[in-house]
Nanobody
């Protein structure tokens, strides 16, 4: 099983980034997928979740209206579009999946997102 994130980087406040996660080694289309993040000194938190077919999504209150999770089951990818980024969004972002809903068994290696002027 592999989950490989990409798309992180340094962005100014108010800017946008799009994270992507490429999955392999498991039946991607049958599982929910999640994005988590962990800031220095803080616990890992769920940012966004999407059901196996994409019909259900869930977001942390802190990102509602700014972030959008989506998936392409034909390409085994899940993405996180992040708009109007704030310094408090700075964290390592992790792709996660492998269960019908909730935190899955599989984790990516993480990608750093830094929001700073």
């Amino acid at each position: 099983v592999q989950l490989v994130e990409s798309g992180g980087g340094l962005v100014q406040p108010g800017g946008s980034l799009r994270l992507s996660c490429a999955a392999s080694g498991f039946t991607f289309s049958t599982y929910a997928m999640n994005w988590y993040r962990q800031a220095p000194g803080k616990e890992r938190e769920l940012v966004a979740a999407i059901s196996s077919a994409g019909g259900r999504t869930d977001y942390a209150d802190s990102v509602k209206g700014r972030f959008t999770i989506s998936r392409d089951n034909a390409k085994n990818t899940v993405s996180l579009q992040m708009n109007n980024l704030k310094p408090e969004d700075t964290a390592v972002y992790y792709c996660n999946g492998g269960r019908p809903w909730g935190q899955g068994w599989y984790w990516g290696q993480g990608t750093q997102v830094t929001v700073s002027s």
